[in-house]
């Protein structure tokens, strides 16, 4: 499986921004897809999730509200809605794939960089 995260870039505060995020190769109904970012200097951070059949989503509790997961099946593409975003919503935003949603996430996308500014 391969993911290529895009759409990141440089956004006022209060903006907007979606990212998607293409996977090719063997993707299978039972696989979910999430999305982590990283902060210069701080760890890695869970944002959310998707199951890639039923298109259920489940979200870190400081992620809620502002950000949306969403895919479309017939493009193999999954996004992240961000609305509202604040200066410390910046960061590098990963796509990643698990065989099984709700599990660990065994492939990673090169990540996008998303900035917002003041």
Not at 26 to 52: D, L, N, P, T
Not at 74 to 86: F, G, H, P, R
């Amino acid at each position: 499986v391969q993911l290529q995260a895009s759409g990141g870039g440089l956004v006022q505060a209060g903006g907007s921004l979606r990212l998607s995020c293409a996977a090719s190769g063997r993707i299978f109904s039972a696989y979910g897809m999430g999305w982590f970012r990283q902060a210069s200097g701080k760890e890695r951070e869970f944002v959310g999730a998707i199951s890639w059949s039923s298109g259920l989503t489940y979200y870190a509790d400081s992620m809620k509200g502002r950000f949306t997961i969403s895919r479309d099946n017939a493009k193999n593409t999954v996004y992240l809605q961000m609305n509202s975003l604040k200066p410390e919503d910046t960061a590098v935003y990963y796509c990643a794939a698990s065989t099984h949603f709700g599990s660990s996430f065994d492939y990673w996308g090169q990540g996008t960089q998303v900035t917002v500014s003041s």
